[in-house]
Nanobody, 123 residues
């Protein structure tokens, strides 16, 4: 089992940057594939990015490709989401997630979730 704690959200102007972090407990972090999802008010949770357990494979939603970068440091049990050129439509609560089913865009494939961190982008 793993516990995830999301952090790094905040208020930023359009065009700005934020880096989200997700710290995991436990000794088996390097076994998990990790994902970032987001949920805006009144909308379903949507996939943002994912990274394989060793960091070799990544995947991105088309809406963030070229602006966001997912990475991980297994020695620190942490996964990151660097978000650049932020847009108002990126405003949402961002969640990290851990699972064993590969680099996947499906929320149901992930077993563990962080509590979420709010990102607000003003125009």
């Amino acid at each position: 089992q793993v516990q995830l704690v999301d952090s790094g959200g905040g208020l930023v102007q359009a065009g700005g940057s934020l880096r989200l972090s997700c710290a995991a407990s436990g000794r088996t972090f390097s076994m998990y594939h990790m994902g970032w999802f987001r949920q805006a008010p009144g909308k379903e949770r949507e996939f943002v990015a994912a990274i394989s357990s060793r960091g070799v494979t990544t995947a991105y939603a088309n809406s963030v490709k070229g602006r966001f970068t997912i990475s991980r440091d297994n020695a620190k049990n942490t996964v990151y989401l660097q978000m650049n050129s932020l847009k108002p439509e990126d405003t949402a609560v961002y969640y990290c997630a851990a699972g064993f089913k590969g680099v996947t865009t499906t929320p149901d494939a992930y077993n563990y979730w962080g509590q979420g961190t709010q990102v607000t982008v003003s125009s």
